[in-house]
């Protein structure tokens, strides 16, 4: 599974990778077979293109675009490869279709779950260009392995413990080195709210100014000591006691691996609390999907990757811009390689 993934993010990548005039009058910067990439569309493309997205430059040597404008015309021209295949093979994803994988690729945001390369940067206007590629693409692979629903519910059964969401506790906190600080803090809540007196007590520099708010954190995220008396209140109400806990020295966050530790004393109000759940099966079922193809045919993806290829290959992409006129021989070039998935 992981080895199909990571050459289909990779395939994206080249295929999913890389100043005429339109009848509308629009300038044209590059024609894909039926298709025109406007310089509007080019340039709106350009100011998206961000950190992750040049990345694998550095990753591949620069065997992948390392500027932003090769970058946007190359992944623009690749958008269109896969697009005009699936619609050749009535494999177009629908809206609705689009709008449901979004919502799942941005909860399950691990590639080799979503299939979508990580990008924490990514705008509205680029979810729908890539999960749509993303979908044509899977699409065309199960049209050739067709799934049984009687078996993704099978898979569901068998992967449930590990989809179960974590619990998400709302916490606010007082946060001093001191426990004499602490019990002072103890009084002064039996007169004024927690928010007033976590803006004024509390040590913490990142939560302390921000009236001992840390937003929601799952129970991994929390100190056992405090987790622990967390569990023990409700919504609205705080710890009545000071609560002792070791936690990395140096300001380094809760989780960190630090053999250092130092003690703080926390009194923690718990705001909400999100009971953890397990998603239905329609919430995972492209999750399901992509475990059932590889279990029943590993070699789905390739197929698929090989075919785009070859429809690449049979391609006519015309760049207008003299300074991106290398991509043309290098759609060719990628296109005529033998092994796909690589440059």
Not at 120 to 130: K, S
Not at 154 to 165: T, V
Not at 272 to 290: A, D, Q, S, Y
Request: some cysteine; overall charge positive.
């Amino acid at each position: 599974m992981k080895r199909a993934v990571g050459s289909f993010i990779l395939a994206i990548s080249l295929l999913v990778i890389l100043n005429g005039c339109a009848g509308s009058g629009k300038k044209v910067v590059a024609k894909v077979n039926r298709d025109i990439i406007t310089e509007d569309e080019f340039y709106a493309r350009i100011q998206r293109v961000n950190a992750a997205q040049l990345m694998p430059a550095l990753e591949t040597r620069g065997r992948m675009p390392g500027r932003a404008g090769e970058f946007a015309l190359q992944t623009m021209i690749a958008e269109r490869l896969v697009s005009q295949y699936a619609a050749e093979k009535r494999a177009t994803p629908s809206e609705a279709q689009i709008t449901a994988y979004i919502a799942f690729a941005k909860k399950y945001a691990n590639p080799q779950l979503s299939l979508l390369p990580q990008d924490p940067f990514r705008e509205e206007a680029d979810w729908r260009n890539d999960v749509k590629s993303t979908l044509a693409y899977r699409n065309l692979v199960m049209q050739s392995v067709k799934q049984d629903p009687a078996e993704l519910q099978k898979l569901y059964e068998q992967y449930k413990p590990q989809l179960a969401e974590r619990d998400q506790y709302h916490l606010r906190l007082i946060d001093t080195k001191s426990e004499k600080k602490a019990q002072e803090s103890l009084k002064k809540l039996e007169k004024l709210p927690f928010e007033t007196v976590a803006l004024t007590d509390s040590e913490d520099p990142v939560s302390g100014p921000k009236s001992g708010d840390l937003g929601f954190v799952n129970d991994t995220q929390i100190p056992p000591p405090i987790l622990a008396a967390v569990k023990k209140i409700k919504p609205g109400e705080y710890t009545k006691e000071a609560i002792k806990a070791e936690i990395p020295a140096g300001g380094a966050p809760p989780a960190a691996t630090n053999t250092k530790t130092e003690p703080h004393y926390f009194i923690a109000q718990l705001v909400e609390l999100k009971p953890g759940r397990v998603p239905t099966i329609e919430e995972v079922k492209p999750l399901l999907e992509n475990y059932s193809i590889q279990q029943k045919d590993p070699g789905a993806f390739s197929r698929v990757q090989a075919s785009l290829r070859e429809f690449q290959e049979k391609s006519e992409i015309q760049i207008n811009p003299k300074a991106y006129k290398s991509l043309e021989a290098k759609f060719k070039r990628s296109a005529g390689q033998g092994s796909p998935g690589k440059p």
